[in-house]
Each structure stands twice: as structure tokens, then as C-alpha cells.
């Protein structure tokens, strides 16, 4: 009996350290969903921020793909490890001064760590769905790789394909391909433009509901001149 006992102490403390690590990814992928909307994992999948795809050992600020870097930034000189991100994720601004990025820091050092042993093993070169469900990650993965992307607007359904585009006063009236007309206050309808890979094909303008009450949206054209040309003047 003392030998089995003897035996099952031996192997509950031989899987402790593995399970604490899979406990702390685990509750790092939860965090990760604060992060998910302005962050992508796939490399070069840019959203708000850059992406996180292959950051550990990279430059701050060195991203080709990202264009909006802030210029304090890309003069900090940081190479991104387990430190440097800590510190980032503590407090950006007393890092590097100037920076855009709107976050005001993790206080907690147990959620940061947690969140690092996630986004270490996430963003490591060759990462995807498949790779992180093999190691028992997998369960917010498919949905993290694009972050918050919004659907492929190259393909889309007849309540989502604009085909006219008329404004009046402080009104906008949507008119969509299965011949409905939705009116909107100016301040409710957002204009954006998508060029990317699954912006919607040229001058096909796409609408996405934005916001609980059917009253927002948002209007997303293929470039910026398609805005003018496609919104007509009419009472």
C-alpha cells in the first residue's frame, strides 16, 4: 500500500509542472480575447495594430506589411523577448513614450505571464489551428488566426451587396441587392474602405452591420475615390 501511495505522489508531482504550464496557456488564450480584435496571429494579417505572428526576436516597429507605426516606436530600438514584452504589456507609455497604441497596460504580473506563455507558443514561426490543437490549444485558435476580421467581402449576400448609395439632408438611404432601402443618420453609417485580399470586389460596396439595433453600420468600399462616386445626391 505505502509503495502505491509512494507511486501515485511521484506521478502527481511528475505532471505538476506540465499541467501548471497548460493551466497558464490556457488561461493566456482566455486573455488573448481583449487582444483578438485589433491583433491578428497570421503573419501579415494587419488589422489595428500589426501583427503578432513571429514576434518574439523582432524589432519594434520593423513590420514591412504595417504602415501605422508610430515614429517613437520605431526609434525605440527594442527587440521584442519575454522582458521587453512584459514590460510593453505593464505599461506602454513608460516604456516608450509617445506611442499610439491606445492600452494602458496589464497590471496583474500573473495575467501577463499567462498571456506571454500564450502568445510564445501562438506566434512561433509555422503556428496555426492545427499545429495549436496538437499541442491542446486549439479551442479559440480558428478564431484568433484573423482577430476580429470582418466576413470576405468578396463574396457576398444580396442584403449585403450595395447598389445604391443616396444622401439627403443628415440622411443616407442603403439600397441593397435583395431591393431593400435602409435609411441612416449620418453619424450612424461609417464609411471605410478594404483594400486588402477580402475587400469587397471594385465598385461593389459592402454593408456591415455595426452595433445592437440594426440602426449602425458600416459602408466599406474597395478604395477611397469609389466613396464620392457611388453616393448620390438626392431628396
Known amino acids: ?5 509512494i507511486a501515485a505522489i511521484a506521478l502527481v508531482l511528475a505532471s505538476s509542472p506540465g499541467r501548471a504550464q497548460q493551466d497558464s496557456l490556457s488561461r493566456g488564450e482566455q486573455d488573448f480575447r481583449a487582444c483578438a480584435p485589433c491583433h491578428s496571429l497570421e503573419p501579415d494579417r494587419n488589422m489595428t495594430g500589426p501583427s503578432l505572428a513571429n514576434l518574439w526576436g523582432r524589432k519594434a516597429g520593423s513590420l514591412p506589411s504595417f504602415d501605422r507605426y508610430s515614429e517613437a516606436l520605431k526609434a525605440s530600438g527594442i527587440i521584442w523577448d519575454d522582458l ?12 516608450v513614450p509617445d506611442n499610439i497604441m491606445p492600452f494602458e497596460g496589464i497590471k496583474g504580473a500573473r495575467t501577463r505571464a499567462d498571456l506571454l506563455a500564450f502568445l510564445k507558443e501562438a506566434t512561433k514561426p509555422g503556428a496555426g489551428p492545427q499545429q495549436m490543437a496538437q499541442s491542446g490549444m486549439g479551442g479559440m485558435m480558428r478564431g484568433m488566426m484573423g482577430g476580429g476580421r470582418v466576413p470576405n467581402l468578396k463574396s457576398l449576400q444580396p442584403s449585403e451587396r450595395v447598389t445604391r448609395i443616396t444622401h439627403c439632408r443628415d440622411t443616407y438611404r442603403v439600397t441593397t441587392a435583395d431591393g431593400k432601402t435602409r435609411p441612416f443618420w449620418e453619424r450612424n ?10 475587400g469587397p470586389e471594385r465598385g461593389v460596396a459592402a454593408i456591415v452591420p455595426a452595433g445592437m439595433m440594426g440602426d449602425r453600420a458600416d459602408l466599406i468600399f474597395s478604395a477611397p475615390d469609389e466613396i464620392s462616386n457611388m453616393i448620390e445626391q438626392r431628396c
Not at 500500500?1 to 501511495?5: A, D, E, G, T, Y
Not at 521587453?84 to 516604456?95: C, G, K
Not at 453609417?189 to 477580402?198: G, P, Q
Open 1 to 5: 500500500m505505502h509503495r502505491v501511495l
Open 84 to 95: 521587453s514584452l512584459d514590460a510593453w504589456l505593464t505599461a506602454p507609455e513608460r516604456m
Open 189 to 198: 453609417l461609417r464609411l471605410k474602405t478594404d483594400s486588402s485580399k477580402e
